[in-house]
């Protein structure tokens, strides 16, 4: 199976960090799909290689800027792509996505809900982590147009 994920840049929270290490740990993807973004994406990155020390980690980094960030532990680093194709390749390339947002409740804008948006318009299985630590399907996130 293969991962994706799209997070805050403001990093997990200590309850997401305890779920997604025990989510991660049941899903055992065999590569992971990651943004190149400080907080989530890297941080993330190194709990799959820390779970799964053969897992293939992909960085799909954006534009320079503040927040792209080097997590250390990439087998594979693509082109520069703006933020939003960079979002959408992660989506493509993986069959499931994880998303941890800063949030409590889906937004109209960001990187992490365009994702998020962008994988169940493609249908695939998506499970959110909120801050709280609870794990949801994202069929079950309630959003507001």
């Given at each position: 199976m293969i991962l994706g994920?799209?997070?805050t840049r403001h990093g997990v929270t200590l309850a997401q960090?305890?779920?997604a290490y025990g989510w991660i740990?049941?899903?055992?993807p065999t590569a992971f799909n990651h943004g190149s973004c400080a907080g989530v994406d890297v941080q993330v990155a190194c709990i799959v290689r820390k779970l799964m020390p053969d897992c293939r980690i992909v960085a799909h980094p954006g534009p320079d800027g503040i927040?792209?960030?080097?997590?250390?532990?990439d087998d594979i680093t693509l082109a520069v792509m703006t933020h939003f194709a960079r979002n959408r390749g992660?989506?493509?390339a993986s069959d499931e996505m994880l998303i941890i947002p800063r949030e409590y409740t889906?937004?109209?804008?960001?990187?992490?809900?365009f994702t998020f948006d962008f994988?169940?318009?493609?249908?695939?299985?998506?499970?959110?982590?909120?801050?709280?630590?609870?794990?949801?399907d994202g069929k079950d996130v309630e959003v507001n147009r």
């Open positions: 994920i799209s997070g960090e305890r779920a740990g049941t899903k055992r927040w792209r960030c080097e997590s250390g532990v992660i989506v493509n889906w937004q109209a804008r960001g990187g992490t809900w994988a169940m318009k493609c249908g695939r299985p998506t499970t959110v982590i909120w801050p709280n630590g609870e794990v949801v």
